[in-house]
């Protein structure tokens, strides 16, 4: 794999501040000038598989991937090259109303990308003649559109009431809007993945795969021939990226409110709530999916509980990946916390969240196939319904506990005690195999069965049928989000991982030096509880927050239902983290003048 990313960033900052009567003001400008270069190319040095060690050791593969750059073709690049332009304006006013202080402000950001990507115009070509035979207008896209500039208008509003006017009771809130940055290696997509870059085959059976060979930049540019020479062979679609020319930068509306209160014995509490709504976030879609077939070729047209995709093809071309807009996107969540400031050697805070978040897709990768490939649903990919995010953390319990002792005279040593408790991450499970002909093979959520007539099983030398039925009944009957949906497809991540907890320790020793100087030696001892006992601070997840329990065998269904491979007997579904089931140690230290 070839992997590499440049980038070079000039920025300017300049701010005013200054009193008009009551008001401070401060009005300013930060741009930012990007210029990116990108290299992300699989199987650039060769990707050889091998049926076992001897075929290894004599250099014959059973499959051969390879690509190599077009640099004749006019219009391709090795990397993705492009700048980007961001200007922001602002203006800030804080004043005070007896009690209340307000600070209000508007910011506007304006991102425009100066350069086009390649245009394959044999793209644009072909892909405009099969959607006019399909009766279809899917409005003439091209590899070379890019939003000529983006502009965002982001208000926003605070406050802060002091109730009595002696800080016993505070009330603040706001309300804004607020753009974030989109991380540009998403653009960049587009930038790479024109269909002129570079040429991509697979060679796949021994007969077809060329001998191995030790040097990266020799590799074979093509399969093995019968006379045992090499051949390019007919290429596999090339996948191309686009970017909807409407798309805006990432832009949420947010509402906060919170209340802090004295209370006695020197206690503060407070409670706070945070909504936040989505106005122009990211999202995918792959321009090839039109919709369901009314009449599946060759199969049902309802296949596992969900309609068959209709897909709009081109000769020489596949998946069209198009970054898009979505502002279906939400969460919220309500915060309850009670703090004991230090005081007479101690402190002490506990705080309680519970939240929600509900998204289309989470876009964790960095790629734009990725995104839309790992992105579970229950039917078209192109429309994802809400769900639960892979973000959402329904409860999380923070508490801490430090105390100072003083064993030597202006020499402290603090011992901290800190306890992070959250409920598990949320999970699904998905079929390994394409289900309703979307062309993905991670992406589809199972129809979980009522009972064995509604699955079929391919039945092996040790696993019938029936017990392959038998175990995975078995199996629904222990997971609650499985059984609850029997008869259904499952929601997008209706599971949860197991609740987790952490404890760690801190110790703090200031020994002091010349006059109020001194230095801090710290010992931090993370996950504390595997340090006393190793089943103790045990992490546990599922890979990628999505299972793939069943796996399609063939193409073809029977009365709506697809073969599956045999399911054996299964316990659960959840690793163990190497990581953060370990307990670590770090030690530091710090001269303080």
């Known amino acids: 794999?070839?992997?590499?990313?440049?980038?070079?960033?000039?920025?300017?900052?300049?701010?005013?501040?200054?009193?008009?009567?009551?008001?401070?003001?401060?009005?300013?400008?930060?741009?930012?000038?990007?210029?990116?270069?990108?290299?992300?190319?699989?199987?650039?040095?060769?990707?050889?598989?091998?049926?076992?060690?001897?075929?290894?050791?004599?250099?014959?593969?059973?499959?051969?991937?390879?690509?190599?750059?077009?640099?004749?073709?006019?219009?391709?690049?090795?990397?993705?090259?492009f700048p980007v332009r961001a200007y922001s304006l602002y203006a800030q006013d804080k004043v005070a109303f007896g009690n209340v202080n307000l600070t209000g402000g508007v910011r506007v950001d304006w991102t425009s990308f100066p350069k086009n990507p390649g245009d394959n115009d044999l793209f644009a070509t072909r892909f405009d003649a099969a959607f006019t035979a399909a009766g279809l207008d899917w409005g003439g896209r091209r590899t070379s559109q890019v939003p000529d500039h983006t502009m965002t208008i982001n208000p926003r509003l605070g406050f802060n009431w002091d109730v009595s006017g002696d800080q016993t009771t505070q009330i603040r809130g706001g309300v804004g809007i607020f753009q974030g940055r989109t991380p540009?290696?998403?653009?960049?997509?587009?930038?790479?993945?024109?269909?002129?870059?570079?040429?991509?085959?697979?060679?796949?059976?021994?007969?077809?795969?060329?001998?191995?060979?030790?040097?990266?930049?020799?590799?074979?540019?093509?399969c093995r021939t019968p006379t045992g020479g090499i051949s390019l062979p007919g290429l596999a679609p090339s996948e191309i990226n686009t970017i909807d020319p409407d798309f805006k930068m990432p832009q949420v509306l947010r509402y906060s409110a919170a209340i802090d209160r004295q209370l006695p014995m020197g206690l503060i509490g407070t409670v706070e709530g945070l909504y936040t709504k989505s106005l122009n976030d990211v999202a995918y879609r792959d321009l090839t999916v039109v919709g369901f077939r009314s009449n599946a070729a060759g199969a049902d047209s309802i296949i596992e509980g969900r309609h068959v995709i209709k897909r709009v093809t081109a000769t020489g071309f596949g998946n069209v990946y198009d970054v898009t807009n979505t502002s279906e996107n939400y969460s919220y969540s309500l915060t309850a916390q009670l703090q004991r400031p230090f005081r007479?050697?101690?402190?002490?805070?506990?705080?309680?969240?519970?939240?929600?978040?509900f998204d289309v897709n989470a876009v964790r990768s960095s790629t734009a196939r990725s995104q839309f490939r790992f992105n579970q649903v229950p039917e078209n990919p192109n429309t994802p319904?809400?769900?639960?995010?892979?973000?959402?953390?329904?409860?999380?319990?923070?508490?801490?506990?430090?105390?100072?002792?003083?064993?030597?005279h202006r020499a402290p040593t603090d011992i901290s005690l800190i306890y992070v408790g959250e409920s598990g991450r949320p999970y699904s499970y998905t079929y390994i195999g394409d289900v309703n002909g979307d062309s993905q093979d991670s992406n589809d959520l199972i129809y979980v069965p009522k009972d064995a007539s509604e699955v079929r099983f391919a039945s092996t030398?040790?696993?019938?049928?029936?017990?392959?039925?038998?175990?995975?009944?078995?199996?629904?009957?222990?997971?609650?989000?499985?059984?609850?949906?029997?008869?259904?497809?499952?929601?997008?991540?209706?599971?949860?991982?197991?609740?987790?907890?952490?404890?760690?320790?801190?110790?703090?020793?200031?020994?002091?030096?010349?006059?109020?100087?001194g230095i801090q030696l710290t010992v931090d001892i993370v996950n504390f509880a595997n340090l006393l006992n190793p089943e103790w601070g045990r992490t546990q997840f599922v890979n990628n927050q999505s299972e793939t329990l069943l796996s399609r065998s063939g193409t073809t269904d029977t009365n709506g239902h697809v073969l599956l491979n045999s399911f054996a007997p299964k316990a659960n579904v959840f690793q163990q983290s190497d990581l953060s089931s370990r307990y670590t140690i770090q030690i530091g230290a710090k001269y303080t003048l």
């Open 344 to 357: 007479d050697g101690w402190s002490a805070s506990a705080a309680y969240t519970f939240g929600k978040a």
């Open 461 to 517: 030398s040790t696993v019938s049928a029936a017990q392959s039925w038998a175990n995975l009944n078995d199996f629904i009957n222990r997971v609650d989000c499985l059984r609850e949906a029997r008869g259904t497809i499952i929601q997008r991540n209706a599971c949860r991982q197991p609740w987790n907890n952490r404890v760690d320790v801190r110790f703090a020793q200031l020994l002091p030096t010349f006059g109020h100087q």
């Open 1 to 81: 794999m070839a992997n590499g990313l440049d980038q070079d960033i000039f920025e300017l900052t300049n701010d005013v501040s200054f009193a008009l009567g009551a008001h401070n003001l401060t009005i300013g400008t930060h741009d930012e000038a990007f210029k990116f270069s990108n290299l992300f190319v699989q199987n650039i040095y060769g990707y050889y598989r091998f049926t076992n060690i001897d075929s290894l050791k004599a250099g014959r593969p059973e499959m051969y991937q390879y690509s190599f750059f077009n640099d004749d073709v006019e219009g391709a690049s090795r990397r993705a090259e």
């Open 385 to 408: 319904p809400l769900a639960p995010s892979d973000y959402d953390v329904r409860h999380r319990i923070v508490a801490d506990f430090t105390r100072q002792f003083m064993f030597v």
């Open 184 to 222: 540009y290696v998403w653009v960049s997509n587009a930038f790479g993945n024109t269909g002129l870059d570079y040429t991509r085959f697979t060679c796949t059976g021994a007969a077809l795969s060329p001998n191995s060979v030790a040097d990266p930049n020799a590799q074979p540019e093509g």
